[in-house]
T-cell receptor
Framework: KAGVTQTPRYLIKTRGQQVTLSCSPISGHRSVSWYQQTPGQGLQFLFEYFSETQRNKGNFPGRFSGRQFSNSRSEMNVSTLELGDSALYLC??????????????FGEGSRLTVL | GEDVEQSLFLSVREGDSSVINCTYTDSSSTYLYWYKQEPGAGLQLLTYIFSNMDMKQDQRLTVLLNKKDKHLSLRIADTQTGDSAIYFCAESISGYSGGGADGLTFGKGTHLIIQP
């Protein structure tokens, strides 16, 4: 069974550009959540999607957005990139939100560098 | 609000047991997790415990939960060089495996250093 797949693994952008990151959850998982990891702030929750609907959102500006498709794949987008957006962006999948499995699996992440 | 705290570093000798500690503040936590992160990699789910349990064992890993003191620990028996990594404690609230209003709340991570 394939794990959580994130693409691209690495990318470099310049300030002001926008970026789209992709996440394919584990087969059968319908919930996808996104986290940002930086040395200073650690791991912070961005948002969670289930059945193509955003269920929860963390404390990030509106430049950060996402969506989920009918096949449960998810994308997140960051517009007008700032230097501080340089981070490892991690996607996690689980069977369902509110489920009682407690199992939340992460991908390898997409490492974004903003110059 | 919720906060998860961990020591930044732990150094142990190969073959000894490692005990990584974590404290959390939100009493409504439902799941508590341990993740492992190796350099340049994502987060690997090691184990998790439901808040109505006080212990869970899985091969070399033992999780102890003291709900009264809001203290969680991860014990790794017979620590090996391959256990060298950052270990994150995290809590989930509201019964959502993906987290409640704020997703999972993570600690800053404990760097486990193995001495030969």
């Amino acid at each position: 069974k394939a794990g959580v797949t994130q693409t691209p693994r690495y990318l470099i952008k310049t300030r002001g550009q926008q970026v789209t990151l992709s996440c394919s959850p584990i087969s059968g998982h319908r919930s996808v959540s996104w986290y940002q990891q930086t040395p200073g702030q650690g791991l912070q929750f961005l948002f969670e999607y289930f059945s193509e609907t955003q269920r929860n959102k963390g404390n990030f500006p509106g430049r950060f957005s996402g969506r989920q498709f009918s096949n449960s794949r998810s994308e997140m987008n960051v517009s007008t990139l700032e230097l501080g957006d340089s981070a490892l962006y991690l996607c996690a999948s689980s069977l369902e939100p509110g489920g009682n499995t407690g199992e939340l699996f992460f991908g390898e992440g997409s490492r974004l560098t903003v110059l | 609000g919720e906060d998860v705290e961990q020591s930044l570093f732990l150094s142990v000798r190969e073959g000894d047991s490692s005990v990584i500690n974590c404290t959390y503040t939100d009493s409504s936590s439902t799941y508590l997790y341990w993740y492992k992160q190796e350099p340049g990699a994502g987060l690997q789910l090691l184990t998790y415990i439901f808040s109505n349990m006080d212990m869970k064992q899985d091969q070399r890993l033992t999780v102890l939960l003291n709900k009264k003191d809001k203290h969680l620990s991860l014990r790794i028996a017979d620590t090996q060089t391959g256990d060298s990594a950052i270990y994150f404690c995290a809590e989930s609230i509201s019964g959502y495996s993906g987290g409640g209003a704020d997703g999972l709340t993570f600690g800053k991570g404990t760097h486990l250093i193995i001495q030969p």
